[in-house]
């Protein structure tokens, strides 16, 4: 398969394979559904949304126009669908609207299942195109990774690890003390993957419907959507369509992020008995992209039965998911799982559960010449000037004989602290002695009574 760059926010290329597009469906065994669902999916849209125009509900299932047109005639035919008026002069400006037996077939319909929007892709051609755009098909260099780090203060060792981890697209573990920056490495990892994959906006799975896009994760590349209720877009896209099949959402690299709140009964299908389909689980929105779990240890799951959990998909790259009605099917676990913790690992999890953790690497606290250049970025980025004698004063003052232990985002907090102070007092934020006292006094826990 042959690759071409992709552009990048961070100015360089990754390799990504060329032409992969998933083609437009051209028949009704193209599509992997039944003439039946795609029928029933075309009422209980004109159910749900009223009269449409012929390019209204092409919009709407996403799908190309012949095709369904091809089924409102054999619809017609049947007295399921009438036509109520005209917008143009041929058929993709018909209005067109249930009968009364369309009525009652698709209120029949809606009975098994209420998802009315873009027919869904079968899980063996979900399953198949998330193979040809795999996360292990994107491969970083050094370069890659010092430019994606370059808002940060790393040591080389660093991003001498960070790289042959993220090329590895299996997991890693971000351990250490809180404040030097787990989280900001992991959202930067997420960004610098760069790139764009096709999501679809649902699977079907033995007849039943799972929603896998999610606008909050699922951002896509183009700007004019099809599925917005407006005729400018639906004409626009009707002019001129995009060449791939669009049942599938052209978006970024996903990034989803998820922490404490994260329960073991999250990470299965989620069934809504009212509207009788699914919501996909994180790890298979995640697909393709990157999957960071923040605050590992802190979740109301115990860690051990997190990381039981996913076992076979972290050393299969396949997950298993279960129906309510008990059926089990095998999804990719396509994703690059990034965990961060501020506890200690060893109180975490048993020895044989971190050997399935590929990567881990240890975010220590700031060396003093590393805080003194993080320190000289926050000033800059306050207009406030920079003064080394600042930075020992507070490394003698309050870190040495306080005993307080310096981390990597101290010199941002302690600069917002003396800028609010400034503010108040309508002063200038300079790095005076009393003022840097001032802010180190009211952002550190100080136990003292000398003053």
Request: aromatic share 10%; charged share 25%.
């Amino acid at each position: 398969m042959s690759s071409a760059p992709v552009s990048s926010p961070y100015g360089r290329s990754l390799e990504h394979p060329d032409g992969l597009e998933p083609t437009v469906p051209e028949s009704v065994s193209d599509t992997g559904l039944s003439e039946e669902f795609i029928v029933d999916l075309l009422l209980k849209s004109l159910y749900v949304q009223g009269a449409r125009t012929g390019q209204q509900l092409t919009a709407a299932v996403r799908l190309p126009f012949a095709f369904v047109d091809d089924r409102l005639l054999s619809l017609q035919q049947r007295r399921l669908v009438e036509v109520r008026g005209t917008t143009g002069p041929n058929r993709g400006g018909y209005v067109f609207d249930l009968t009364g037996e369309g009525r009652e077939r698709a209120r029949e319909a809606l009975a098994s299942s209420q998802y009315v929007g873009p027919a869904p892709v079968p899980l063996a051609q979900y399953r198949t195109w998330v193979e040809k755009q795999s996360i292990r098909n994107v491969h970083v260099t050094r370069e890659i990774v010092r430019n994606g780090f370059q808002n940060m203060v790393l040591s080389e060792a660093v991003h001498d690890v960070l790289g042959p981890s993220i090329n590895s697209a299996k997991s890693l573990f971000l351990y250490g003390a809180p404040g030097n920056g787990k989280t900001m490495i992991a959202e930067t990892i997420s960004r610098m993957l760069g790139g764009d994959i096709f999501v679809p906006f649902a699977v079907e799975i033995e007849g039943q419907i799972m929603v896998v896009f999610d606008p909050v994760y699922h951002h896509p590349e183009e700007g004019l959507d099809p599925l917005e209720d407006n005729g400018e877009a639906v004409t626009g896209w009707l002019k001129a369509p995009p060449s791939y099949d669009q049942r599938y959402a052209k978006v970024r690299r996903p990034v989803v992020l998820t922490g404490g709140e994260l329960t073991l009964e999250q990470l299965d299908l989620q069934y809504d008995s009212y509207s009788k389909m699914y919501q996909a689980p994180f790890q298979l929105k995640a697909n393709g992209g990157v999957l960071i779990l923040d605050d590992f240890g802190r979740q109301r799951v115990p860690p051990k039965d997190l990381l039981n959990r996913w076992i076979v998909p972290l050393e299969k790259r396949i997950d298993f998911l279960t129906l309510h009605t008990g059926g089990k099917f095998p999804v990719p676990f396509d994703c690059l799982l990034i965990m961060a913790t501020n506890l200690e690992p060893a109180q975490l999890v048993e020895e044989a559960f971190m050997r399935r953790i590929h990567y881990k690497i240890q975010i220590e606290g700031p060396r003093p010449e590393q805080y003194a250049e993080i320190f000289s970025r926050c000033c800059a980025e306050r207009g406030i000037e920079y003064d080394q004698q600042a930075v020992n004063h507070i490394y003698r003052q309050w870190y040495e004989r306080r005993g307080i232990h310096p981390r990597a985002c101290h010199p941002r907090d302690i600069l917002d602290h003396l800028v609010d102070i400034a503010r108040f007092y309508e002063g200038t934020a300079v790095l005076d002695p009393d003022l840097v006292d001032r802010a180190c006094r009211s952002y550190f826990l100080d136990d003292s009574r000398e003053e």
